[in-house]
C-alpha cells in the first residue's frame, strides 16, 4: 500500500493514535497519508477545546517513518494547540514534501480568545520552516510544497508567512520549498505589504531565487479600494522588466477600457498570474480588488524588472486566453495594437466576446507589415488564433448584411503572414462574401494548416468559392477544412430539396487537390444527391486521410455511393487513402429518416464489402446510429466470418475499428455478433453491451494507426 485514503471518516484523535502507531510499527510503504476532513483536533465544533493527543503521535510516525512523501490535513478544526505538537515531526521528516493544512484554525477562532496559543502555535509552524541566526535551531528541509490557504491568518499571520520566505540577517532562508498557498486568508494591505518585502533584496542584496509558485487570491489586497499601502509595496518588491503584449501592454500605455468592457482590474489580475505562468513560476493575485489605481501601480513594476532575479520565475507567457470577457471593440483593439510589437505570445484565444468587423480588421493588421509601419514592424510569434462565436462577419443574424471589411484586411494579412497555422473562425455568420474576401489571402498563404468554418452561413455559393478557388487550384497549405453546420446542400432539412452546386464544386476539387488531410461535413443535410457528386472526385482523391460526413440524411444510396469510391475496382478509380470514414447517424438503411425496420442494406452490404476488400489498409469506419438493427447486424456478421475464414498471420496489427454502437442489435444476433468479433484478431467491433474479446496490442496499434496526425502543427 502506498496510498492511505482515510478522508472524511470521522477520526478522531483516538483513531489517529491507532493509524500512527501501526505506521510505526514497520509499515514502510505508505507514501501518500490523506487525512483530510475528520476530527483530528478532538472537537467537532470551533467553540469546543482542542484534544492534541492524535497530533502528537502523527507527530512522533513523521520523525521514525522514511517513505511518507504527503501529507494531507485539511479541514480538521486543527488549532494552535494541536499545530503545537505537530512541529517537532515536521522538523525532523526527511521525506514529507507536501503538507496541506488547508481550512484550518492555525491561528484560532478569535485571537483574544486563545491567550498565548492564538498566535504562538503559528509562529513555531513558521519557525519549523525558516533558518535561525546561526543555525542555533533545526528546521525543516524537506517541504516543497506547503498549502495554507482558509485559515483566516489576517496581517500578523502575513507577517509570519514572511518570515519564511525572506533571507535573514545572514543571507539564509529556505530554499527548499518552491510553493505556497496563502490564499483566502484576509491578509489585506497590511498583510501582503510584508509579503512582498520579503522578495526585496536586503541590505546586503540577499534575495530569495527559490520560490516558484506564490499564491495570493482572494486576499482582499486594498479594503476594497481604500488602501493602497499594500499594493504598492507588491509593486515595488517585484518590478519585472517584460516586453509586455496583448491586454497588459494597453494598459502600458496609459489606455481605458470603457465601462462595461474588460476591467483595467480584470486585465491586470490576468496580466500578474500570466507573468509567472509560463516555465517555472506564478504568482497568482486574482480576486483581490486592486481597482484601477492598484493595477496601474502594478503594471509599472511588471514594466522595471525581471522577475526571474527577484524570485526564480519566468516572466514571458505564449498564451493570451481572453476567451468569454465581454471585450468590446476598444479592447480588442487594445490588444491587437499591442500584438504589433509582442514577439513571445504565440496563442491567442477570444472567443465569445462579440468582436466586430472592425475588431477583426485590427487584428489582421498586427499579423502583417505596413509600408507606413516604422521598420514594417508586425507580430511574427503567434500562431494559433481562435475567434470562435463573435460577430466578425459584422452581421448578427443569418438574414442579416456582411460586412466583409474585417475579412479583406484578413485576406491581405494572411497574403504576407507566415506564422500563423491555426485559425478558428466558427460560428462568426461568415457567408460568401467573407468567403472570397478570406480566400485571397488563403490561396497565397502556405503556413495556415487548420481551419476551422464551423456553424457560418456559407451555403452552396461558399462552398463552391471555397472549392474552385482554393481546392481546385491546388493552392496555398490547408490540411484540416471544418465545414459542420453550414447548410451546404442549401437546406436545413432533408424534406426541403437538395442544391448540389456546392458539393459537386467540392468534388471535382478533390479529384485535383493533394493538400488536404481532413475534411469535416457533419450537420449539413447532405443527401443523395450530394454524395453523388462528392462520391465522384473522392475516387480520385490522392491526399485525403479522413472525411466526416456524420448526421447528415445520406441514406442507403449516399453510404453506397461514398463505399463505392473506396472499394477497389478492376476498372475505375479507388480512394485507397482514406483512413477514416465517419458516417454517424446517416439512416444508411433507409431513404427517409423516420422509417425503420427492414430496409435496404445494400449501404451496410457495401461498407462489409469495403472492410473485407480494405483489410489490408488502416481504415476506422464509424456507423453507429444507424438503426442497423438485424438486416446491418447480419451484414457484419458475414464479413467477419470471412476475415476469420481468410486467417491470415493471425498476430498482425489490427486493420479496421468498426463503431457499430446505437443500433438497436440485440438478442441471439447480438450474441453471434460478439462470439464472432471476439475470434477475430484483424478488427476491433466497438459495440453496445459487454466489449468484444480481443488483444489490447490489437486495439492500441489500430488507435495510433488511425489516428495519425503528423500532418497538423502541434
Known amino acids: 500500500i502506498t496510498h492511505l485514503d482515510l478522508s472524511n471518516t470521522g477520526f478522531s484523535e483516538a483513531h ?14 505508505v507514501q501518500t497519508l490523506n487525512l483530510e476532513g475528520n476530527c483530528l483536533a478532538g472537537r467537532n465544533r470551533e467553540v469546543e477545546a482542542e484534544h492534541p493527543e492524535g497530533m502528537r503521535y502523527l507527530s512522533d510516525m513523521l520523525k521514525a517513518h522514511k517513505h511518507i512523501r504527503t501529507l494531507k490535513l485539511s479541514q480538521n478544526l486543527i488549532g494552535p494547540k494541536t499545530i503545537m505538537e505537530l512541529v517537532p515531526g515536521l522538523i525532523e521528516t526527511v521525506s514529507v514534501t507536501t503538507v496541506d493544512l488547508s481550512d484550518n ?4 477562532t478569535n485571537v483574544s480568545g486563545f491567550g498565548e496559543y492564538s498566535q504562538l502555535g503559528f509562529e513555531r509552524l513558521m519557525a519549523a520552516l525558516k533558518p535561525s541566526i546561526g543555525n542555533a535551531h533545526p528546521y525543516n528541509r524537506s517541504i516543497t510544497d506547503l498549502n495554507l490557504s482558509e485559515n483566516n491568518l489576517q496581517a500578523r499571520g502575513g507577517a509570519l508567512v514572511a518570515e519564511v520566505v525572506a533571507p535573514n540577517e545572514e543571507g539564509n532562508y529556505n530554499d ?16 501582503i505589504g510584508p509579503i512582498a518585502q520579503a522578495f526585496r533584496a536586503n541590505k546586503k542584496q540577499h534575495v530569495n531565487q527559490s520560490l516558484t509558485t506564490l499564491i495570493l487570491s482572494n486576499n482582499n489586497f486594498t479594503n476594497f479600494g481604500e488602501d493602497l499601502a499594500g499594493i504598492t509595496t507588491l509593486g515595488f518588491c517585484i518590478r519585472p522588466k517584460v516586453q509586455w503584449g496583448g491586454a497588459l501592454g494597453a494598459l502600458r500605455k496609459g489606455r481605458r477600457s470603457k465601462a462595461g468592457g474588460l476591467s483595467i482590474a480584470a486585465i491586470a489580475a490576468a496580466a500578474a498570474k500570466e507573468a509567472g505562468v509560463a516555465g517555472a513560476g506564478t504568482n497568482q493575485l486574482f480576486s483581490n480588488n486592486i481597482g484601477i489605481e492598484g493595477a496601474q501601480i502594478l503594471i509599472d513594476a511588471f514594466e522595471q524588472s525581471t522577475m526571474q532575479t527577484m524570485c526564480g520565475i519566468e516572466p514571458f507567457t505564449t498564451s493570451l486566453e481572453l476567451a468569454k470577457r465581454s471585450l468590446h471593440t476598444d479592447d480588442v483593439m487594445l490588444v491587437a495594437s499591442d500584438l504589433y510589437y509582442n514577439q513571445t505570445i504565440t496563442s491567442v484565444d477570444l472567443s465569445a466576446n462579440g468582436v466586430c468587423e472592425m475588431g477583426l480588421r485590427a487584428l489582421a493588421h498586427c499579423l502583417a507589415s505596413e509600408p507606413e509601419r516604422a521598420g514594417g514592424r508586425c507580430n511574427s510569434s503567434v500562431a494559433v488564433m481562435l475567434l470562435a462565436d463573435n460577430k466578425t462577419s459584422g452581421r448578427y443574424g443569418s438574414h442579416e448584411e456582411e460586412f466583409p471589411i474585417g475579412f479583406e484586411a484578413l485576406g491581405w494579412a494572411l497574403r504576407e503572414n507566415t506564422t500563423v497555422n491555426r485559425f478558428d473562425l466558427s460560428r462568426n455568420g461568415i457567408g460568401p462574401k467573407c468567403i472570397r474576401a478570406l480566400i485571397s489571402g488563403l490561396n497565397v498563404n502556405t503556413t495556415i494548416r487548420v481551419l476551422d468554418l464551423t456553424g457560418n452561413h456559407l451555403g452552396p455559393e461558399g462552398l463552391a468559392l471555397l472549392a474552385k478557388e482554393l481546392l481546385e487550384p491546388n493552392v496555398g497549405g490547408l490540411h484540416v477544412l471544418t465545414l459542420d453546420d453550414n447548410s451546404v446542400a442549401g437546406r436545413s432539412h432533408h424534406s426541403e430539396p437538395e442544391d448540389v452546386t456546392g458539393m459537386k464544386a467540392l468534388g471535382r476539387a478533390l479529384k485535383f487537390n493533394t493538400h488536404l488531410k481532413e475534411v469535416h461535413l457533419s450537420q ?4 443523395k444527391g450530394s454524395t453523388m457528386v462528392l462520391s465522384e472526385g473522392l475516387s480520385q482523391n490522392e491526399g485525403l486521410r479522413e472525411i466526416d460526413l456524420s448526421r447528415n440524411h445520406l441514406g442507403f444510396h449516399g453510404a453506397l455511393a461514398i463505399a463505392d469510391a473506396l472499394l477497389p475496382k478492376s476498372i475505375g478509380y479507388c480512394n485507397s487513402n482514406i483512413r477514416s470514414v465517419n458516417l454517424h447517424n446517416n439512416h444508411i438503411l433507409t431513404e427517409e429518416p423516420q422509417e425503420s425496420g427492414m430496409g435496404n442494406a445494400q449501404g451496410v452490404t457495401a461498407w462489409a464489402d469495403v472492410l473485407y476488400k480494405r483489410r489490408s489498409g ?25 476475415l476469420n475464414e481468410d486467417m491470415y498471420d493471425p498476430d498482425s496489427d489490427c486493420s479496421c475499428i468498426l463503431d457499430i ?37 490489437c486495439f492500441s496499434k489500430g488507435i495510433k494507426n488511425v489516428k495519425d496526425f503528423s500532418y497538423i502543427p502541434e
Open 661 to 697: 454502437r446505437g443500433n438497436g442489435i440485440g438478442g441471439d444476433l447480438a450474441n453471434k455478433l460478439a462470439n464472432i468479433s471476439g475470434q477475430n484478431r484483424h478488427m476491433v467491433i466497438l459495440k453496445d453491451g459487454p466489449p468484444s474479446i480481443f488483444s489490447r496490442r
Open 176 to 191: 527548499v520549498l518552491k510553493v505556497l498557498n496563502v490564499a483566502d486568508n484576509k491578509l489585506g494591505p497590511k498583510g
Open 618 to 642: 488502416i481504415l476506422e469506419v464509424i456507423l453507429s446510429d444507424n438503426r442497423l438493427e438485424v438486416q446491418g447486424a447480419m451484414a457484419i456478421c458475414d464479413v467477419l466470418l470471412k
Open 524 to 527: 449539413n443535410a447532405l443527401g
Open 105 to 108: 484554525l492555525l491561528l484560532g
Open 16 to 29: 489517529c493514535i491507532i493509524v500512527t502507531s501501526m505506521l510505526m510499527g514497520g509499515n514502510t510503504s
